[in-house]
């Protein structure tokens, strides 16, 4: 994509840009494991890791199995704090040695690059995502992102390795432009890909919150510029440090509404499990409102209601189940109800992707349903919104049903089976809703373990080969860049 030259704003966007306050925010970040390996933690967190654990961490530095270069560490006071009485909440945020037991999986979940046709931007379906950071406030063990988080080499189609990079406005929003300009002349159609517009983009990263609110306010603008219908940003902010959805972050998103009153704000937040956001009694049972309601913790409670009583912005929870820290029904179950109560929406929770050392924190798929399933049950139909989600190569998948008994007279049936139907496509429409039955293996944790028991496989789950990259013309780089 040609994207020479500097971006130039408009007189609207350099008003609406003007306006922005940009607080720095202290988070009290605990960096890394050496604060802990040379005693150099705050007082009151040093006890975080047991000196057992802390030995054999140090022994595995520098080696294949060092859990840093997987994944670097980092925690903030605020998460520290609501471990302290939680499990789970340990288990997000403290390296383990086990992690690297098996480092087998994916550099490249979901072959991401294939749909990057400007570094920093994956076009998948109708919507485009962004790297617009490679950090968060804290880092998650479990992360999909770690390849980007750790800045690792990827491979690309064309054989090049580099690290992932960076999303530009320049660049990203000269190939909305270009890629709306090809589908509007063609009829709603992109001529090679078959793709609609882009009319949705989701600020990714990394976190985008931990960017200030300038930065995050000039990505909104340019790309509400470039005709961007609806703007999703995906944060953790919300566990990590409440207090960044503040006066002046707010204020910054009125003058946003304001300004391009028609374009749409859904912000994804992403809570594992209650012990985020709820209160506990020191017998560790949750602390209840006189009407019998959960109690949130004050800072969490304020950020979300001030974002709430915004009744243009969606908010939507989603998370994987990872082993260890949500594969439990009940603190789903609280989970799904105490969002749902406040105005947030439960849209996916996700089977773990095969990132490398997936084995680590993937629970198995029918487990997965099992426990999701089980913690639907007993709540009210608009509680129970979400599905669980899989992300295969050729799009998002649900995983719909898990029977428990045989089905008669189908070969291969004879344990149950399991149903997986696409969502979304990852180039474009047709497929959805398309199914895939396979006979149940109680231990897959990746499509890989059902391989050898496929019954019915429409939605081609089981027939994929990587997407092949189309040269049309190679002086116009948006259509060598796109996978036809
Ligand atoms: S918040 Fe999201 S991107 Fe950041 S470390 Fe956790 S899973 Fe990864």
Redesign the pocket.
């Known amino acids: 994509m040609a994207s020479a030259g500097r971006y130039i704003p408009t007189e609207r966007e350099q008003t609406f840009v003007g306006s922005i306050e940009n607080p720095k925010y202290d988070r009290g970040i605990i960096n890394g494991l050496k604060p802990f390996f040379e005693d150099k933690a705050p007082e009151d967190i040093k006890g975080f890791y047991a000196p057992d654990e802390l030995s054999i961490l140090l022994k595995l530095k520098g080696t294949d199995r060092d859990v840093e270069s997987r994944?670097p560490v980092?925690m903030t006071r605020h998460f520290f704090e609501l471990a302290q009485t939680s499990e789970p909440l340990k288990h997000?945020i403290k390296a383990n040695p086990d992690e690297t037991l098996n480092l087998a999986g994916s550099e490249d979940p979901g072959y991401q690059m294939d749909y990057a046709p400007v570094e920093g931007l994956l076009h998948k379906y109708e919507m485009g995502l962004m790297y617009v950071v490679s950090?968060?406030?804290?880092?998650?063990r479990?992360?999909?992102?770690?390849e980007?988080?750790s800045q690792k080499d990827i491979e690309r189609q064309d054989g090049t390795v580099a690290k992932k990079g960076l999303a530009k406005i320049k660049p990203i929003t000269d190939y909305i432009l270009a890629h709306n300009k090809i589908v509007a002349e063609n009829g709603g159609r992109h001529p090679v890909t078959g793709r609609e517009k882009l009319r949705e983009m989701l600020l990714?990263?990394?976190?985008p919150m931990v960017l200030p609110n300038r930065k995050i306010g000039e990505w909104m603008a340019a790309l509400a510029e470039a005709g961007i219908e609806s703007i999703r940003l995906?944060?953790?902010e919300m566990?990590?440090h409440p207090k960044r959805f503040d006066d002046a972050f707010l204020a910054m998103i009125d003058n946003f509404h304001e300004t391009y009153p028609e374009v749409g704000f859904r912000l994804m937040i992403?809570f594992n499990h209650p012990d985020e956001f709820l209160l506990k009694a020191s017998d560790g049972s949750y602390q209840t409102n006189p009407n019998g309601s959960l109690k949130w913790h004050p800072d969490t409670l304020r950020a979300m209601q001030g974002l709430v009583e915004r009744g243009w912005i969606n908010i939507e929870n989603q998370a994987?189940i990872i082993k260890g820290i949500n594969d439990d029904a009940d603190a789903l179950r609280v989970m799904q109800r105490a969002l749902y109560r406040v105005g947030v929406g439960n849209h996916y929770f996700f089977c773990g992707r095969d990132i490398v050392a997936y084995q680590a924190f993937n629970v198995p798929i029918e487990t997965a349903w099992n426990i999701l399933n089980e913690s639907q049950k007993g709540l009210s139909g608009v509680e129970t919104h979400a599905r669980l989600s899989i992300t295969h190569y050729r799009g998002k998948t649900e995983v719909s049903a898990v029977t428990g008994d045989p089905i008669p007279g189908l070969k291969g049936a004879e344990n149950g089976v399991l149903i997986f139907k696409i969502l979304r496509n990852a180039l474009d429409a047709p497929r959805r809703g398309k199914v895939c039955i396979v006979g149940r293996n109680p231990d897959a944790i990746w499509f890989d373990d059902y391989e050898d028991r496929v019954l019915f496989d429409e939605a081609g789950l089981f027939d994929y080969a990587r997407v092949e990259k189309k040269t049309i013309k190679v002086e116009d780089p948006l259509l060598e860049a796109v996978p036809a």
Do not use: N, Q, V
Not at 135 to 140: G, K, L, P, Q, V
Not at 142 to 146: H, P
């Open positions: 994944m980092k997000i950090t968060c406030s804290a880092h998650c479990f992360c999909y992102r770690e980007l988080i990714s990263g990394g976190d995906g944060t953790k566990s990590f992403h994987p």
